[in-house]
């Protein structure tokens, strides 16, 4: 329901269909064929040869769900498809991202270092094709003006940025097409992943100083310190009986990769990608970038730490000689990272599929993941959930299974030797389980509330804060309707009883919000006792319905901005809400306008930025009147 919702329905469907393609047509395997440890290949030879053969070992399976049996590897084999400036000596504290692992940056579509504000506009969303990131000059908040824009004509899409001191990195996703006869396909698509890092010691004149263009899918990135670790994955393609190997752009310069610095795990697969990782200085620009590459399948997930990149690929193991039944591992690769270096030093596995990069973690030097095994929607499968302990070579030391049997997570949060869990399928268990023995990880306490967290956030050492959707059971069939969305304050001080010390529900069904799906969105600071997060809000018109509303019953979008909240260990309260629009009023339904959506809330010092396609907004922090307006021209 908002103005990237474009974006998001296609790469929704992109990961559907490649899920339903992975799930499908993936491979049988034998015990004795199954073999860990990363090898290398020794030429481009073996690498083919070892690719044809394994997906040979997967052809048995195709036609036996109504796919063509004549696609082979001839074809086209794809992997998943996905989708700073120096700092015044005299700015004020200002929020940062919202990020999972402290020192370690998240790219995001806005960012500030107290004096200016960077926000990516992206054509993909309602603008006629403007992609672009903006440059504001935010503080003072009288001073607010556009500095410079960066502006992409090209098929270039900017997806996110890093700003450290007065270097900007910016993240963009290119599709081109290149032609080619390839079984009975015309034509193979190939989507590049660009870098650009600008100088911005000159704010007017933004100075671009590198620039690295990486064949593949942008998968994630992470800033520590000085290096910027991006994450890119290249599908198989085959002309004729020839591999496509990706290659790296450094300012113009072509550099393919190595086939025999390839690493690979002796893991068959059908849906083969090149997964590789780059160290980029962003501040030394003659530095060369370091690179390392892995075969592996579809990589879906990753965890940073300050010492390692892990990355998440699920499998489906289909059993031979009984069609239809299947079990699913997540692989995982730990790779170490040190300024300019990085090795692939581990690879192991665990039954199930994680759900995002809050499902895993690292900490006093053990590797948590927990995972869902089954799915409510395949035939036959039923869901249950795990929590792994893994040792620095991802050998499993410690798990704990079959937790809330026939649901499956929604939401998890690690917090030192705690893990906090939310599954879901009529009424939402909120699980405390304790790891300070890695060997036994053991269930503490739970509890059962309507409702669901779709994002888990701590507020201290004994509260953490749930966000996600109220939910009424169904009269009839094992499920819930969900309703609006829903604050939850948990209290864990007593780990055997958790409770729910407070909650707020926004709207009601219908009512949406990009946090339930994007952590970024939120803006929180535990010292100000600040939460804030954009809302699309929804309310039922009883005028259409004699006597009891339904719980099936969707509202109408009536309002659209940023609530704002105060919390504390005890209380969640609404402070004010915040829009863009002209006219705001809930008493009609109103037409969504995806100009004026908020993306993104901000503070520097005492004033709270709001940031929308068309509006950048200041308020004073602490009685939200409004100070100031731009207004960005398109």
């Not at 100088?199 to 800033?223: P, Q, S």
């Not at 927990?370 to 040792?391: P, Q």
């Not at 829903?486 to 909650?503: Q, Y």
């Not at 707020?504 to 010292?527: C, N, Q």
Request: hydrophobic share 40%; no cysteine; aromatic share 12%.
């Amino acid at each position: 329901m908002f103005k990237r919702k474009l974006l998001a329905s296609s790469i929704i469907l992109a990961l559907v269909l490649v899920s339903t393609y992975t799930i499908y047509h993936q491979y049988y395997i034998d015990d004795s064929v199954k073999a860990y440890g990363l090898k290398k290949f020794s030429s481009y030879s073996e690498l083919k040869t070892f690719i044809k053969n394994n997906v040979e070992l997967s052809k048995t399976w195709f036609g036996i769900y109504g796919f063509p049996v004549s696609i082979g590897v001839r074809d086209v084999l794809t992997g998943m498809v996905p989708v700073a400036a120096s700092t015044a000596e005299a700015s004020p504290k200002y929020s940062q991202t919202n990020i999972q692992v402290a020192g370690v940056d998240e790219p995001d579509i806005v960012k500030t270092d107290g004096s200016y504000i960077y926000y990516v506009r992206s054509g993909t969303s309602y603008n006629s094709g403007v992609n672009e990131l903006v440059i504001v000059k935010a503080y003072p908040p009288e001073d607010l003006k556009v500095a410079s824009k960066i502006v992409w004509t090209d098929n270039s899409v900017p997806i996110g940025i890093f700003v450290n001191k007065n270097r900007l990195t910016v993240f963009l996703s290119n599709s081109n097409v290149k032609a080619a006869i390839v079984g009975r396909l015309e034509h193979y698509y190939l989507t590049a992943t660009r870098i650009e890092v600008y100088d911005l010691i000159h704010m007017e004149r933004v100075k671009l100083v590198r620039n690295v263009t990486l064949d593949g899918y942008y998968l994630n990135a992470r800033m520590i310190e000085d290096y910027v670790y991006a994450v890119v994955t290249s599908p198989i393609y085959y002309i004729g009986e020839e591999i496509i190997l990706p290659s790296m752009y450094v300012n113009g310069k072509s550099e393919s990769i190595d086939p025999k610095e390839v690493y690979y795990a002796d893991t068959p697969d059908i849906a083969y990608s090149f997964t590789t990782i780059i160290a980029l200085n962003v501040f030394n620009d003659e530095e060369p970038i370091t690179k390392k590459t892995i075969l592996t399948g579809a990589a879906s997930n990753m965890y940073v730490s300050l010492k390692n990149i892990y990355l998440a690929i699920t499998k489906y193991n289909f059993v031979k000689d009984n069609i239809g039944t299947f079990s699913e591992e997540t692989l995982v690769y730990r790779i170490s990272v040190n300024g300019k270096d990085i090795n692939f030093e581990a690879e192991g596995s665990v039954p199930g599929h994680v759900l995002n990069q809050f499902s895993m973690d690292e900490y006093n030097g053990y590797f948590r993941i927990a995972t869902t095994v089954g799915y409510s929607w395949f035939r036959g499968s039923s869901e249950t959930n795990n929590v792994y302990t893994l040792d620095m070579n991802l050998k499993v030391v410690g798990k704990l299974e079959n937790i809330a049997k026939g649901e499956k997570i929604y939401s998890v949060r690690f917090m030192g030797d705690k893990v906090y869990m939310v599954t879901f399928k009529k009424v939402d268990p909120f699980f405390v389980i304790d790891l300070s023995d890695a060997s036994s990880p053991k269930i503490l306490g739970w509890l059962k509330i309507p409702g669901y967290s779709d994002y888990l956030h701590p507020l201290d050492k004994e509260h953490i804060i749930g966000i996600g959707k109220e939910t009424v059971e169904a009269e009839e069939g094992d499920f819930a309707w969900y309703q609006g969305i829903k604050i939850s304050l948990f209290e864990v001080k007593n780990v055997s009883a958790p409770k729910e010390v407070s909650k707020y529900i926004i709207g009601e069904r219908g009512t949406d919000s990009p946090i339930l799906r994007d952590h970024h969105a939120l803006l929180f600071d535990g010292e100000k006792g600040l939460m804030a997060f954009p809302v699309l809000l929804a309310i039922i018109d009883r005028s259409q319905y004699i006597g009891e509303i339904p719980p099936y019953a969707y509202g109408e979008p009536v309002w659209q901005g940023l609530y704002v909240f105060s919390v504390s260990s005890n209380y969640i309260a609404l402070k004010g809400r915040i829009t863009h629009l002209n006219n705001s009023s809930e008493k009609n339904v109103m037409k969504i306008e995806y100009g004026k959506f908020i993306d993104r809330a901000l503070y520097v010092g005492d004033y709270l930025y709001t940031l929308s396609d068309e509006i950048v907004k200041v308020n004073i922090l602490s009685t939200l009147e409004e100070v100031n307006i731009l207004y960005i021209s398109k």
